[in-house]
């Protein structure tokens, strides 16, 4: 017998027209009709709703209907591979908001760590607000050390570090000033430019490693005394940990 004739069966016992029972199940008169001529069926919820309506068991509705039994089947299948899916998408989910929050955590706390050993820096070493929106310090006569005005990148940057980690330095002597800007402790790049036709007279950039260390070298290129430029440089590495490091 199949799933239709089953239907008609079962609503002819229960005393039910086809609209009686299209309308039990939110369904309409053709609808009943055509599933009781086999022409279509009904879904695999709308199967369960007769099956609890009229208290036949699943097997005793869909036996020897073999087609239906295979749809069936394939529905659960289908259904069970669905489940598992949404599943899935539920726990990559669960991850990215639970890594999110945790990202959140760790970049809150190191935001207020390095803004706030920032604002202490530029106190403790007597930093002013400049003309350019930079912080300056005067280290001695002619020798100005900066700092760019620093705030962390948004959280979505995804960024735990300022985005430009510089002390900069520039130096006023009588024909040409000099500009020293370090990346990192120990790491600097430097030029001499003339005064008088903003030409290039001395730079780093064909120096090698080891030259960076090597203060006679350095202070003959950028024309400044060897024991002038070895504290300026030894300022300068002493501003960027202060500024950077902690």
């Not at 530029?122 to 912080?135: A, H, I, S, V």
Request: negative net charge; glycine residues 4%.
């Amino acid at each position: 017998m199949t799933l239709g004739s089953n239907i008609q069966k079962i609503r002819k016992e229960a005393h039910l027209s086809q609209e009686d029972m299209a309308e039990l199940f939110h369904v309409s008169r053709q609808t009943i009709s055509n599933w009781e001529n086999s022409k279509s069926y009904p879904d695999l919820e709308t199967i369960v709703k007769i099956s609890d309506s009229f208290n036949i068991s699943l097997d005793i509705l869909l036996k020897e209907d073999l087609i239906m039994v295979k749809t069936f089947d394939n529905e659960i299948k289908s259904t069970k591979k669905y489940a598992r899916a949404l599943l899935a998408i539920a726990i990559v989910l669960a991850l990215l908001v639970g890594s999110f929050a945790i990202y959140s955590c760790v970049y809150f706390t190191t935001k207020n760590r390095l803004e706030k050993n920032f604002a202490e820096q530029l106190e403790e070493n007597d930093f002013y607000k400049n003309k350019d929106g930079y912080y300056s310090m005067n280290y001695e006569d002619g020798v100005v050390y900066a700092v760019p005005n620093q705030s962390m990148p948004g959280i979505l940057d995804f960024a735990l570090h300022f985005h430009v980690s510089n002390v900069m330095c520039d130096i006023d002597l009588e024909d040409t000033y000099v500009q020293i800007v370090w990346m990192d402790n120990n790491e600097f790049s430097a030029s001499a430019i003339s005064k008088e036709d903003e030409e290039i007279v001395g730079s780093t950039s064909d120096f090698k490693e080891s030259d960076f260390a090597d203060m006679e070298k350095l202070g003959n290129e950028l024309g400044i005394p060897e024991e002038e430029i070895s504290g300026i440089i030894e300022k300068g590495n002493e501003l960027w940990k202060e500024f950077y490091s902690k």
